[in-house]
């Protein structure tokens, strides 16, 4: 059973910082492109970053570039969103998502090429 379980979020001010982790499960980890999305209050979810599954590509949206950044420790089958200068716009739940096992040198942006996803974690940003 595949299982992707977010943790880190919670509630910080403007300009503070935040780690969220993502914990995988009966997947093949190591050869998944993995995804963070959000979904702000009453918007649709939207793309905060991916990376592929050797860690050598990574894709940002312009709202976050510079303030986030993914990584993942294929050993600890993890993925980590560093969200540093937060803004009370990024307020969202935040989930983690997976592939299926692929060796592509482009990490997936759209939520479409995504097969598993985690239940979400809360962000809340404070003005």
């Known amino acids: 059973q595949v299982q992707l379980v977010e943790s880190g979020g919670g509630l910080v001010q403007a300009g503070g910082s935040l780690r969220l982790s993502c914990e995988a499960s009966?997947?093949?980890?190591?050869?998944?492109?993995m995804g963070w999305f959000r979904r702000p209050p009453g918007k649709e979810r939207e793309f905060v970053a991916s990376?592929?599954?050797?860690?050598?590509?990574?894709l940002y949206p312009d709202s976050v570039k510079g303030r986030f950044t993914i990584s993942r420790d294929n050993a600890k089958n993890a993925v980590y969103l560093q969200m540093n200068s937060l803004k009370p716009e990024d307020t969202a739940v935040y989930y983690c998502a997976a592939t299926l096992p692929t060796f592509a040198v482009i990490p997936p942006t759209d939520p479409i090429n995504y097969n598993y996803w985690g239940q979400g974690t809360q962000v809340t940003v404070s003005s």
């Open positions: 009966g997947i093949t980890f190591s050869r998944c492109a």
């Open positions: 990376i592929t599954w050797s860690s050598g590509r990574t």
